[in-house]
């Protein structure tokens, strides 16, 4: 064995400053956009922009209605999962933990029913711990104060006597006993006063971070009617701007080497603008169209008849990345025939019916909802009672845990709270 020098080549990602604004231009809904642009052409001399005509089949002004939030803590975390690798029997067991969350963002469920529930060895969840553990916020994914506060301090890095303080002390942190803190680690009074702040900086219900996005009034990204027996995409005046380039200016500086680089870059910057708000316009059309095509039950018959759907579905059938379609329709709306949606409300999980089909998460809660209204309300049904009753009625395979969940999602107390006296 001699060393020796070699020249390797290798084919790596990296996050160009292009790219990341690429990324970024992709995120924005139609308003968002509109704001980025302005201050684009603020910047740049040489770029002009113009909003794309009034679509023919509805109107640009803020419409209010929709059935559902775009953003909560659970959806928030799933959406991390899209760029992390893991085998399914490991996801499974991830989504399992996640819904098992509390809206604190503290699990409320022990090891043993949740492997039971999932046919898991313990080998399976705690590597699905430590993945919901790794995600935003920090924090989330524990079961007591102290090891949520734990979670969050070695994100930042802290040493052993700060992490020991949190489990075996943290009285004397509330009660803000410098000098004790201090006589029981060996550290000065400033070493312990900057311990104590560290953790007094943590969140106690880390799940509360990630509150639902509420609009006053809503703008839709895209109109979706029928002409002719066909469904038509037609986008918004703010997601389709005409980008322009003032060429005049391009020959002015030619005799000054300053203005000159300065114009070329400026030049070069609005060409790549052009290109990515085009390439934004194009993927963003293409997988409402393909949305459409998929939910087409829901566009004619109404929510009862949306389906389950997947990113992944989307995003192969129009040939982008599950993370690009995640990002090119976060905080979008369309307004259908039936009201305006967050295109985020189309993707629902499924769940296996005796059929074999999937029913959505949607329609599940609608019959959860429905059964609760017409029920007696000195006999109100228990959630193994829905559990079972979606079974016998209609096929439907839910477990008691995840009823409750969908029932607490609704905003509907439970059977104790529900029944009434006499």
């Not at 002009?48 to 109107?59: A, D, M, R, T, V």
């Amino acid at each position: 064995m001699k060393p020796q020098l070699s020249q390797e080549q290798k084919l790596t990602w990296k996050m160009t400053q292009k790219l990341s604004q690429a990324i970024e231009i992709l995120q924005y809904n139609g308003v968002e956009l509109e704001e980025y642009l302005e201050k684009q052409v603020e910047e740049n001399p040489l770029l002009e922009w113009k909003k794309g005509e009034l679509p023919s089949s509805g109107s640009a002004y803020p419409v209010s209605g929709v059935p559902e939030k775009e953003q909560d803590l659970y959806a928030y975390i799933k959406d991390q999962l899209l760029d992390i690798p893991m085998e399914e029997h490991i996801k499974r067991a991830v989504v399992y933990g996640i819904d098992s969350l509390n809206e604190h963002g503290y699990f409320d469920v022990d090891v043993q029913e949740w492997g039971k529930e999932i046919q898991a060895n313990q080998e399976t969840i705690e590597q699905a711990i430590q993945i919901i553990q790794s995600l935003e916020p920090a924090g989330i994914g524990a079961w007591s104060l102290q090891e949520s506060i734990s979670l969050q301090l070695q994100r930042l890095g802290c040493d052993a006597n700060v992490i020991d303080l949190v489990h075996n002390n943290l009285q004397l942190v509330a009660e803000q006993d410098v000098e004790a803190i201090a006589e029981i680690y060996g550290c000065t009074k400033d070493e312990a006063q900057d311990a104590m702040e560290l953790i007094q900086g943590c969140h106690p219900r880390p799940g509360l971070q990630v509150a639902p996005v509420e609009q006053d009034y809503i703008v839709p990204d895209a109109y979706i009617y029928k002409k002719e027996g066909t469904w038509e995409v037609e986008l918004s005046i703010y997601n389709q701007p005409t980008i322009v380039i003032d060429e005049s200016l391009v020959h002015l500086s030619e005799k000054n080497q300053e203005a000159q680089a300065f114009i070329h870059e400026k030049y070069k910057h609005a060409e790549w603008l052009q290109m990515a708000i085009e390439q934004r316009k194009k993927n963003v059309l293409s997988i409402i169209e393909e949305i459409v095509n998929k939910q087409e039950s829901f566009f004619e018959s109404g929510p009862m008849q949306v389906h389950a759907l997947r990113l992944r579905e989307i995003a192969d059938e129009v040939n982008l990345h599950v993370s690009t379609v995640s990002r090119a329709i976060r905080n979008k709306y369309i307004q259908t025939p039936h009201g305006i949606y967050p295109i985020k409300f189309f993707f629902q999980q499924g769940v296996k019916m005796r059929t074999g089909q999937e029913a959505s998460s949607y329609a599940i809660k609608q019959l959860i909802k429905e059964s609760i209204q017409l029920e007696d309300a000195r006999k109100p049904h228990s959630d193994q009672a829905l559990s079972v009753r979606l079974k016998d009625e209609f096929g439907i395979y839910l477990s008691r845990r995840t009823v409750a969940k969908y029932r607490k999602e609704l905003c509907i107390p439970s059977s104790t709270e529900r029944k009434k006296k006499g």
